[in-house]
């Protein structure tokens, strides 16, 4: 005879596994944001020298992060495009007949 396992018993078990393999550790986090901050230093850097502010100061950083939140926004307003058939009732043209 076949011993049936109950469903009810195993739940928990999954959902902490399931935990486990989502959680992100602070290290990994950090690690991760010191990289973007490389990244935002390297190609906004030389643009606010060349602005004229002193390099490593708060102005400076500010400079980075202003120049980073507006090529943000301009790539988030790239993605709005309006749909292929505007204009149009759903997918089909508008006929008045």
Sequence with gaps: MKKEVD?????PLFFIALLAGC????AEREARMQQEVDRMTQTYGPI????????????WRDCIVKLDTKSS???????LIMP????????????RF
């Design 7 to 11: 469903m009810r018993k195993l739940l």
């Design 48 to 59: 606010c020298d060349k602005l004229g502010y002193k390099r490593d100061t708060d102005p």
């Design 73 to 79: 926004y301009e790539r988030m307003a790239n993605q």
């Design 84 to 95: 292929p058939y505007f204009g149009y009732y759903g997918f089909l043209p508008y006929r």
């Design 23 to 26: 959680a992100v550790t602070s």
